[in-house]
């Protein structure tokens, strides 16, 4: 009896497990065909959304969109991980969200080097 009962449980949350990973995965998937990019952060405006021009550019050899997380190396050798917002044409920077900094715009003249970490939505680009 008791078995059963755990059995029955244990069934319950597997099922109810995928069903919200499902939903997830679609979610997202909606996200991406719709170019939705969501970022939740407590520090982020719509003013600083609105500030940005591009959301999909090249720096160097590099192909950076809005979402993508990134990490800079400045000339001064201090280094800032990031989710990219975009491009900011008039003041020639890129503003990037930090988590501990918050909303950041950094001239490209100060970037020294630039790895991106993950790209927005990579992992369902096979769906």
Do not use: C, P
Not at 77 to 97: D, R, T, Y
Request: glycine share 6%; proline share 0%.
């Amino acid at each position: 009896m008791l078995i059963d009962v755990l059995m029955l449980i244990s069934i319950t949350l597997l099922t109810t497990t995928i069903i919200g990973y499902v939903f997830t995965v679609v979610k997202e998937r909606y996200y991406l065909k719709n170019n939705i990019i969501f970022l939740d952060h407590k520090n982020l405006q719509a003013e600083d959304l609105e500030k940005v021009d591009v959301k999909h550019f090249m720096l160097g050899s590099l192909e950076i969109m809005s979402g993508d997380e990134v990490k800079i190396k400045l000339e001064d050798s201090a280094s800032i991980s990031g989710i990219v917002l975009g491009v900011i044409k008039q003041k020639n920077s890129i503003s990037i969200i930090t988590k501990s900094h918050g909303v950041k715009n950094l001239e490209v003249s100060a970037i020294k080097k630039m790895k991106i970490i993950s790209r927005y939505g990579r992992f369902f680009t096979w769906l």
